[in-house]
T-cell receptor
Framework: RKEVEQDPGPFNVPEGATVAFNCTYSNSASQSFFWYRQDCRKEPKLLMSVYSSGNEDGRFTAQLNRASQYISLLIRDSKLSDSATYLC???????????FGKGTSLLVTP | SQTIHQWPATLVQPVGSPLSLECTVEGTSNPNLYWYRQAAGRGLQLLFYSVGIGQISSEVPQNLSASRPQDRQFILSSKKLLLSDSGFYLCASAKETTEAFFGQGTRLTVV
């Protein structure tokens, strides 16, 4: 089983829609979780960290479910500019290596 | 915050030629450093990471190697490139298990 798994999508949604992505991880000892955004042919950039109690940043909400070993990202009121690939990131067994999921592609259409 | 310098941005190399990609970090000390590769339309694959000078962990066996001669310098090398080495190479830096900062990447095409 891969360490971090995501639904690759693509998710095609209209502007204003709410969309949710899930990500599962295999290492129950993982402590750090993040969502990154990657635009086409660019480097990934941090979107938000994921905290145990869940956290929100504007239209974005991240949640962690340790019992089921998954994290989620909810985007409300989607904008055209949200079109990108969203990467789930979890730290590895050693605690040092950050493992990325393959990403979920989102396309927001007018 | 950290700034990651990575060069060159684009590189075209013939099969069998050597490779050296360099990454330097500003704005932090003693970071964990990472080399990732992203093949076209694929996810990020962790190649190497380093927790200190001279300390390299390899995640995937291949014809690439990495070195960390200084605290904030990370080098990715190959003696002989293969066609399958083509991809988008990204250097990243993180303090322990906090967020990672990425360089702008090197797009390598092996021909």
């Amino acid at each position: 089983r891969k360490e971090v798994e995501q639904d690759p999508g693509p998710f095609n949604v209209p502007e204003g829609a709410t969309v949710a992505f899930n990500c599962t991880y295999s290492n129950s000892a993982s402590q750090s979780f993040f969502w990154y955004r990657q635009d086409c042919r660019k480097e990934p950039k941090l979107l938000m960290s994921v905290y145990s109690s869940g956290n929100e940043d504007g239209r974005f909400t991240a949640q962690l479910n340790r019992a089921s070993q998954y994290i989620s990202l909810l985007i409300r009121d989607s904008k055209l500019s949200d079109s990108a690939t969203y990467l789930c990131v979890v730290n590895s067994d050693s605690g040092y290596a950050l493992n990325f999921g393959k990403g979920t592609s989102l396309l927001v259409t007018p | 915050s950290q700034t990651i310098h990575q060069w060159p941005a684009t590189l075209v190399q013939p099969v069998g030629s050597p490779l050296s990609l360099e990454c330097t970090v500003e704005g932090t000390s003693n970071p964990n450093l990472y080399w990732y590769r992203q093949a076209a339309g694929r996810g990020l694959q962790l190649l190497f990471y380093s927790v200190g000078i001279g300390q390299i962990s390899s995640e995937v066996p291949q014809n690439l190697s990495a070195s960390r001669p200084q605290d904030r310098q990370f080098i990715l090398s190959s003696k002989k490139l293969l066609l399958s080495d083509s991809g988008f190479y990204l250097c990243a830096s993180a303090k322990e298990t906090t967020e990672a900062f990425f360089g702008q990447g090197t797009r390598l095409t092996v021909v």
